[in-house]
């Protein structure tokens, strides 16, 4: 239903327009306050980067975390990253992540981000807090935040942007009413709008995510997912049918397809009910870092990398490093 409002599919979303003008005041009124001043940014002793979004929703934001991270340190860049931690309980805040966080309390992007690079990662509320917990441990050269484009409480040096190319903004309009967190002109303000498929525009970087080998979360065996037998897919990501597309794409045609929650809570009993036996689960690998504690041998996950070539995407790789540099 939500999809057919954003959509402008479904007549609801001219109910929901008040509240949206509301949102919209109360967004821009607050931007507004940190241009002129009366709301001050704390400004880190080293570089930020800001990887975000202007909707609600999966836009591919943590796979361009991960490449650029992953391309950074190839170049021999220090760099660490905070979150806000979302669908994570910490005891305390900044928690600052080791081989044992969990996603209870850390929430499963940062967790994610940690596994795949092993960079620095705090997350907190205040992500000033979440970068002087890196910097009091790490001597990392770059801080990239993991979202955040609208708290404008920690102050930027550069603003990325993901857009899905496919869906683009939908109606348009902000938040209930249509997914925009700030209308398509803040893109006018940014310093690079990565394009997740569909067709990039004029001065858009293309992108695309690259699906690799499934993984059993039990035994660490890679196989091509065409192989699996009996698939049910599995999907807690902003945005599943692009997970259940992924799939189609190499191959693989599950017996069904279960789309969560993002950032939804799982427990042993929630994952195995989904399967019969003689059934074979895939998942993202988003999930599979909730999943790992109490996996089952019939338990794989299908890893996605972003892909970003072309002249743009070095472009934006040296801008980076002079910037950490």
């Given at each position: 239903m939500?999809a057919?409002?954003?959509?402008?599919?479904?007549?609801?979303?001219?109910?929901?327009?008040?509240?949206?003008w509301l949102?919209?005041?109360?967004s821009?009124?607050?931007r507004f306050?940190?241009?002129?001043?009366l709301?001050?940014?704390w400004?880190?002793p080293?570089p930020?980067?800001?990887?975000?979004?202007?909707?609600a929703?999966?836009?591919?934001?943590?796979?361009?975390?991960?490449?650029l991270?992953e391309?950074l340190?190839?170049?021999?860049?220090?760099?660490?990253?905070?979150?806000?931690?979302?669908g994570?309980?910490?005891e305390?805040?900044p928690?600052?992540?080791?081989?044992v966080?969990?996603t209870d309390?850390a929430?499963d992007?940062?967790?994610?981000?940690?596994?795949?690079?092993?960079a620095?990662?705090?997350v907190?509320?205040?992500?000033?807090?979440?970068?002087?917990?890196?910097?009091?441990?790490?001597?990392?050269?770059?801080?990239?935040?993991?979202?955040?484009l609208q708290?404008?409480?920690?102050?930027?040096d550069?603003?990325i942007v993901?857009v899905?190319g496919?869906?683009?903004?939908?109606?348009?309009w902000?938040l209930?009413?249509?997914?925009m967190r700030?209308?398509?002109?803040r893109?006018?303000?940014?310093?690079?709008?990565?394009?997740?498929g569909?067709?990039a525009?004029?001065?858009e970087?293309?992108?695309?995510?690259?699906?690799g080998l499934?993984?059993n979360l039990?035994?660490g065996?890679r196989?091509?997912?065409?192989?699996?037998?009996?698939?049910?897919?599995?999907?807690?990501?902003g945005h599943p049918?692009?997970?259940?597309?992924?799939?189609?794409?190499?191959?693989?045609?599950?017996?069904?397809?279960?789309?969560?929650a993002?950032?939804?809570?799982?427990s042993?009993?929630?994952v195995?009910?989904?399967?019969?036996?003689g059934?074979t689960?895939?998942?993202?690998e988003?999930?599979?870092?909730?999943?790992?504690a109490?996996?089952?041998n019939?338990?794989?996950?299908?890893?996605?990398d972003a892909?970003?070539?072309?002249?743009q995407?070095e472009?934006?790789?040296?801008?980076?490093?002079t910037l950490?540099?």
């Open positions: 939500i057919r409002i954003w959509s402008g599919e479904s007549p609801l979303w001219l109910v929901l327009l008040p509240l949206s949102y919209g005041l109360v821009g009124a607050i306050a940190y241009r002129l001043g709301k001050k940014s400004r880190a080293v930020v980067v800001v990887v975000g979004n202007l909707t929703g999966g836009n591919g934001k943590t796979p361009v975390v991960i490449w991270v391309q340190q190839q170049r021999g860049i220090r760099v660490g990253v905070v979150s806000r931690g979302y994570g309980k910490a305390r805040y928690l600052l992540l080791e081989p966080t969990t309390q929430g992007e940062p967790v994610l981000i940690y596994q795949r690079t092993g620095p990662v705090a907190s509320p205040v992500r000033s807090d979440a970068v002087k917990a890196i910097l009091a441990s790490h001597p990392v050269q770059l801080i990239i935040t993991d979202d955040g708290h404008y409480k920690l102050a930027r550069k603003e993901v899905d496919v869906r683009r903004f939908g109606n348009g902000w209930p009413a249509g997914p700030e209308r398509e002109s893109l006018t303000s940014v310093d690079a709008v990565i394009t997740n569909g067709v525009k004029a001065g970087i293309p992108m695309r995510l690259r699906p499934a993984v039990l035994t065996e196989r091509e997912v065409s192989q699996l037998n009996a698939i049910v897919a599995m999907a807690g990501i049918p692009r997970f259940f597309a992924t799939l189609a794409e190499c191959g693989a045609t599950p017996l069904k397809c279960v789309a969560l993002d950032h939804q809570a799982l042993l009993n929630d195995t009910s989904l399967v019969q036996p059934q689960l895939v998942m993202t988003k999930d599979a870092v909730k999943c790992r109490f996996a089952q019939n338990w794989w996950y299908l890893p996605v892909q970003l070539e072309g002249e995407a472009k934006l790789l040296q801008e980076l490093l950490a540099r």
